[in-house]
């Protein structure tokens, strides 16, 4: 392989490149350079990046299996609809909309915090039944509300969700998560995962662990689920469902578990897979899930599973020079 | 001299099995005291209650005069008592150094959001633990496989490593079940070797399970003698070795067994 | 009063229902120590499979009982063999997102060949009985009494055969009956078998009390099932019915005082307060995990 490849370029090349593409993402905004339908499904593909590297950290990293990130997205989405069509809806996008945007994350996260919470109570499968009892609550819960539209749905959101505020999101939820992973928090997520009673022998006060890792999944979960509602600009409950969490989840374990590059690889794929098979209709949603078993029969950790794209690792765990043989 | 661990009166009881029975038994600072005891004796469970693990039945565990039982068990690793499991237990997808990283990680001090934003302080904490790490394993003779999987490393040096994983929490008492499990005799007389280099390096004072008499009588300062979960000796090698009751229950126990 | 004992009858009803599905449940995890998400979907195509066999041929109750219940075995057995065997010694992780998987696969597939939901043809013609303001039909009497009898059936056959009984063995200690000469996949496959069988009567039932059926039935009605075994203790085959019971009560007198669309929210905030205070359930034991 070529070195490039094996070791992160300078950090001058990866700030250019990283410029590069934001200013891309603003040019094409500006200057229409490309046609509605491609930077569409470029914004969903940021989305999705969002999504996939967000449930990583609980699915992939820490080795847990939650179906509920849907229902995270959907509190994103409906609490950053509320801000910027009820309550803050005269002001300027520029600063309502990322309002808009961290309020749906931060109700998400503080969610995110009780599903932590309880989690400590119950072992691995029960966790799964949490979650789903979690997303079968939120989204019945909103079809209650009729100040949200019920079961009809949430009507006329602003199309804020531009490209650029997409790569700006999707940048910093990968570069938050990759400082996390890269701590001894995201240690301790990975020995939860690995050996949960040798990571506590060791130290690892794996209570905080996990809530840092679901706080910090369900807070970026309700980020994308905040685009996602200033993309579509119409929202309902229906839209959160099982299936939704079922598409996070293959784009999780297809790109592979544990792994920033995976998650991008497998949103990549996702997003594309999903637009070719669009006019399949409802077959699609079976096709979906049986390439989720297919996976798990005969890949389980996916395509990058728990390997790294080197450009996402910090420069300090690589092997000092002077070691090489 | 004072003790640094102290049981005091510890039972476990699983459903209706008594594994650990008003066990007592005292560890002084700076001493290796070794527990042995037939197979079942209740030795590990004792370890499993020691470490928090477990919350005894019945009784204290008092660390450096403190009450540690009922603690969770990050804590008291934190507080200074580190362990070696029986059967490995290593984070063996993660790298060697990764695997020591992850126990040093106890004393780091910055937070979370702190992390998630790349604060100095997170920065520096990293750049030192890996630097101290790497370092440790040096002494352990584990530095060239330090991005090595931990799993692919051979049974020796996994043992090996998670000695230095636990070293790697600064713990003051260290727990070790079977050291030398798997291990032929020439491996054992090393392994008495490099313990009693650990015990000086590190002035760490140990506390270990070990079928294996001869590392036992003479690696240990003090030991204890362990059956049906309750104390049956406790002495010196000397006074243990002669005891009648300690030979009466490994004798016992060969009839029945072997 | 008179309206509170009608609903209680309709409460047992839909219970017994719920306790023939949860059962499938609470044996599979029983023995496998995992949770087959994909039942629901299993007792919602068995509710198709007695639509076509009536469509084919009109065959009486009993016949239709059996024959659906013969097949739904089957498809369980199926499921077994092709998905989760291959995965037995897999992290767990992953026999739940193919359960998961194989739900959706089921209810998707049977979503696209029937868009719509379909009407059930009349299995059973029942007749009304009126005991001063109460009224029960010889329907829910025959639904009440299959239900009853299947699970003393089922009761009797764990407790008191061989198979049963290496069923609990491998349930209680999954490292030592294995190498006692108990044939674990036998066990398994049968497990399976009965399990997707009752869900399979389930779904006949279920076809004859409220006949309107759709794909969607898995998810709105097995997981209400799987949530009335957690309840009751997954694992558990007693706390099964148990549960079943509890959360038939429960939906049916929330539906007498809130909206019905406040039932699913009842009935999932029930199952986190019970996971929260009794994260075993009503009868479940939690297991210690040797160190
Ligand atoms: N979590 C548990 N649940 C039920 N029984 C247990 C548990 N842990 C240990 N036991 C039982 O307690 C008894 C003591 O076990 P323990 O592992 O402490 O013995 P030991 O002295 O370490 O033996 P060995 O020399 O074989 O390692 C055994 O009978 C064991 O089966
Ligand atoms: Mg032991």
């Known amino acids: 392989m070529m070195r490039w490849f094996k070791q992160p370029p300078p950090r001058g090349v990866l700030l250019a490149l990283l410029a590069a593409g934001l200013a891309a993402c603003f040019a094409i905004e500006q200057f229409g350079l490309v046609d509605d339908y491609v930077r569409f499904v470029l914004i969903t593909l940021g989305i999705n990046i969002i999504l996939c590297v967000s449930l990583n950290l609980v699915n992939g990293w820490m080795g847990e299996f939650s179906v509920g990130h849907a229902g995270f997205m959907a509190l994103g989405a409906y609490l950053s609809a509320c801000v910027s069509v009820k309550w803050l809806g005269w002001g300027d996008p520029l600063w309502m909309f990322p309002l808009a945007v961290m309020a749906g994350g931060l109700l998400a996260g503080a969610v995110g915090l009780l599903l932590g919470l309880l989690s400590f109570k119950t072992r691995g499968d029960y966790l799964a039944i949490i979650t789903l009892a979690f997303l079968m609550i939120v989204k019945s819960g909103i079809e209650n509300i009729p100040y949200v539209g019920g079961p009809r749905g949430f009507l006329g959101i602003g199309n804020h969700t531009t490209l650029l505020w997409t790569a700006v999101w999707t940048v910093l939820t990968l570069w938050a998560i990759r400082n996390l992973v890269y701590s001894r928090f995201g240690r301790g997520i990975v020995a939860v995962r690995e050996d949960e009673i040798a990571a506590n022998a060791m130290g690892v006060d794996t209570r905080k662990a996990k809530l840092a890792a679901f706080v910090v999944s369900s807070f970026f979960g309700g980020v994308a689920g905040a685009l996602f509602a200033h993309q579509l600009q119409f929202i309902n409950p229906g839209v959160f469902d099982i299936v939704k969490s079922t598409e996070i989840l293959v784009m999780v374990y297809l790109g592979g578990i544990g792994s920033l590059g995976g998650s991008i690889l497998g949103a990549a794929a996702f997003t594309i897979l999903a637009q070719v098979l669009q006019p399949l209709g409802t077959w699609r949603m079976v096709i979906l899930p049986l390439i989720l078993v297919l996976l798990m029969l005969f890949r389980p950790r996916g395509i990058m599973g728990m390997r790294e794209f080197p450009w996402f690792v910090p420069r300090r765990e690589f092997p000092a020079k002077e070691d090489k043989k | ?258 | 009063m008179d309206y509170f004992a009608q609903q209680a009858i309709n409460a047992v009803q839909l219970g017994s229902i719920y306790a023939l599905i949860a059962l499938g449940y609470s044996m599979v995890y029983g023995v496998l120590v995992m949770i087959n998400f994909a039942h629901g979907d299993v007792f919602m195509v068995s509710s198709f499979f007695c639509f076509l066999l009536l469509l084919v041929l009109p065959v009486p109750f009993g016949a239709a009982l059996i024959i659906v219940m013969l097949a739904t075995a089957i498809l369980g057995v199926a499921i077994e063999r092709l998905a989760y065997r291959p995965l037995r010694n897999a992290p767990r992780v992953s026999a739940i997102i193919t359960a998961l998987g194989c739900g959706l696969v089921i209810q998707n597939t049977t979503l696209s060949l029937s868009p719509y939901s379909q009407r059930m043809p009349e299995l059973f013609v029942p007749v009304l009985q009126h005991f001063g303001g109460v009224t029960v039909s010889s329907l829910q009497v025959l639904i009440i009494g299959v239900s009853v009898g299947l699970m003393i059936a089922l009761d009797f056959f764990i407790r008191k055969t061989r198979y049963g009984m290496a069923m609990r063995a491998i349930a209680q200690d999954r490292i030592s009956v294995p190498l006692m000469g108990v044939p674990v996949n036998q066990i398994i496959a049968m497990t399976f078998a009965i399990g997707a069988a009752l869900g399979g009567a389930a779904g006949v039932l279920y076809a004859s009390a409220y006949p309107v059926i759709s794909a969607t039935m898995g998810v709105l009605v097995g997981w209400k099932a799987f949530v009335a075994a957690v309840i009751g203790g997954i694992g558990n085959v007693r706390g099964a019915v148990l549960g079943a019971y509890v959360l038939g009560a429960v939906e049916v007198f929330t539906v007498t005082i809130l909206p019905s669309t406040y039932r699913d929210l009842v009935v999932y905030s029930l199952l986190l307060v019970i996971l929260v205070f009794k994260p075993y359930g009503l009868l479940g034991r939690p297991s210690v995990q040797k160190v």
Not at chain 2, 45 to 68: H, K, S, W
Not at chain 2, 109 to 115: E, L, M, V
Not at chain 2, 213 to 240: H, N, Y
């Open chain 2, 1 to 258: 001299m004072s003790a640094l661990l102290e049981v005091r009166d510890v039972t476990m009881r699983f459903g209706g099995l008594v594994a650990v029975a008003d066990l007592n038994l005292e560890v002084t600072q700076g001493h290796a005291h070794g527990i042995i005891g037939p197979n079942g004796a209740g030795k590990t469970t004792a370890f499993n209650v020691i470490t928090g693990i477990y919350t005894p039945t019945a009784g204290d565990v008092l660390f450096r005069g403190e009450i540690i039982s009922g603690r969770r068990p990050s804590a008291i690793a934190r507080g200074g008592i580190a362990r070696t499991f029986q059967n490995i237990r290593l984070f063996r997808d993660l790298t060697v150094l990764d695997n020591v990283r992850i126990a040093h990680d106890a004393h780091a001090r910055y937070s979370w959001p702190g992390a998630m934003v790349q604060l100095p302080s997170a920065r520096r904490a990293e750049q030192e633990s890996i630097e101290h790490c790497t370092d440790l394993l040096e002494k352990f003779g584990l530095v060239d496989a330090a991005y090595e999987r931990a799993g692919d490393l051979p049974y020796g040096s996994q043992r090996r490593l998670e000695i230095a994983r636990a070293m790697a929490l600064q713990p003051s008492l260290l727990l070790l079940d079977e050291p030398a499990a798997g291990m032929n005799s020439a491996e054992t007389l090393k392994l008495v070797e490099f313990l009693g280099w650990l015990r000086d390096h590190f002035s760490v004072t140990m506390l270990l399970i070990e079928h294996h008499m001869q590392l036992v009588m003479t690696f240990c300062d003090r030991i204890t003698v362990l059956d049906f979960g309750k104390t049956i000796a406790e002495g010196s090698p000397d006074e243990v070795r002669n005891d009648p009751k300690v030979i009466e229950a490994y004798l016992g126990q060969e009839d029945g067994h072997e």
